[in-house]
DNA sequence: TTACTGTCTGATCATCTGATCAGGCTTTCG
DNA sequence: CGAAAGCCTGATCAGATGATCAGACAGTAA
């Protein structure tokens, strides 16, 4: 017990400013990043141990402390660093699509995002791991993944009110937008959180039922 | 160094014959596996202690080592049993499906599993949390899987040849039966490993990215 | 030179982890 | 009755984990 004195603000300064977005330039930060990325979406965010995010990185486990406040926070410092490449890489890619309709312009946006996930799973993987932890760190995606596809989740809805998308397709959005699965997120709990349907409501499970036959079936 | 002996042989008899498979009738062996599931299905592999299943179950924690040789032991155990009950309700709900065409078979076999995975994501879960990890949980996983769905992949297999259906719907097929999402399984190295399909091909890209849009836009 | 700052490391801490062991309690069998 | 077996627990082990600390080292400014 004791517990000698505060965490935080004891000390003279806490070592680093502890910012979370930043202009990049700094090699050693960066190769931690991507090693810490690698790590944690192989073996979920317990499975990965700082020591071996380091060995990985070509450094010495304590300075990710150095770097980075705590485990907790270098993983967020990842999620950060992933929808940052996944965003800049959607406005490069759908750059020339200001005048387009918007559903000729949404399934191009969607195309892209496909192509992006199968390159690029580390985010996904990682989104997955967290997909039943409604712990701080789900939390901490969903305010990403919130802002990253409020625009499209706007269009859908109105696409839904429309009639020319099915109703259901805010929520295939969700799960698409996140690159897990129907199963899991369309019926999951964060199928709720993030698209406001009723997950396990039997409609939804029917029309999600419809939505798997229809994908699986051509037609 | 030292170890002082063997694992496995010495002793006695090595306190239970380790059985994977059971007829079942073990009440606090069953509340550990359920435990056991809950917390494995949430917190990944890693992420759950031993003492917080043996709490959750109302046991000590001792106890699992008494019941299953290790901790993962336990975890085969709990696949075991949820691939159990995956195939005990399949087989019951789809029991008046003898003489039906293949198609319309298949469909409603799909639309069965799809409303158990609907209620029951413990398997799921676990399985995504697993699905970059190229260790021998993975391993293990894809023993249980290729049999369950053996005959409906061999249904699809013809269908896809005779034009039926698709020729991705096989990919698609895994990775409903999975319940995971179309970017880690119908694109991730798990495709190939257990569809036989080259994930990161531009035409399987392609054709998943058509068969999303599909999904997403009704026709 | 000296002083200072930012980057990085080895040694070490308290805690948590899975596993083991001796022994207690209850039931079954003689 | 007594012996044996099955089920379960408290105490404890060695190892791994995240975090901290003092100090090494290099670069810069005076």
Redo the contacts with the bound molecule.
């Keep these: 017990?004791a517990k000698?004195s505060a965490?935080k603000s004891a000390?003279t300064p806490p070592?680093?400013p502890a910012r979370t977005t930043r202009p990049s330039a700094?090699p050693?930060?960066d190769r931690i990043l991507a090693a810490a990325a690698d790590l944690f979406s192989d073996r979920s965010f317990?499975g990965?141990?700082?020591?071996?995010i380091a060995a990985r990185a070509g450094?010495?486990?304590?300075?990710?402390?150095?770097?980075f406040?705590?485990?907790?926070d270098l993983w967020r410092a990842v999620v950060v660093a992933l929808f940052d490449r996944l965003a800049r890489t959607l406005d490069e890619r759908t750059r020339g699509l200001r005048g387009v309709d918007p559903l000729t312009s949404a399934k191009l946006r969607v195309r892209e995002f496909v192509v992006f996930s199968a390159h690029n799973p580390q985010l996904h993987r990682i989104i997955m791991q967290e997909s039943k932890a409604d712990g701080p760190r789900m939390d901490y995606i969903a305010e990403h993944v919130r802002p990253f596809y409020a625009a499209t989740t706007a269009l859908f809805a109105r696409l839904a009110r429309e009639g020319t998308v099915p109703p259901i397709a805010p929520a295939h959005l969700f799960y698409i937008l996140t690159g897990a699965g129907p199963t899991m997120f369309v019926l999951g709990p964060e199928c709720r959180r993030l698209s406001g349907l009723d997950p396990t409501s039997d409609a939804v499970i029917e029309a999600h039922a419809d939505a798997v036959c229809l994908l699986l079936f051509g037609r």
């Design positions: 017990m000698t965490r000390k070592k680093r700094d050693t930060r317990a990965a141990s700082t020591r071996e450094v010495t486990q304590p300075l990710l402390n150095y770097h406040r705590s485990k907790d």
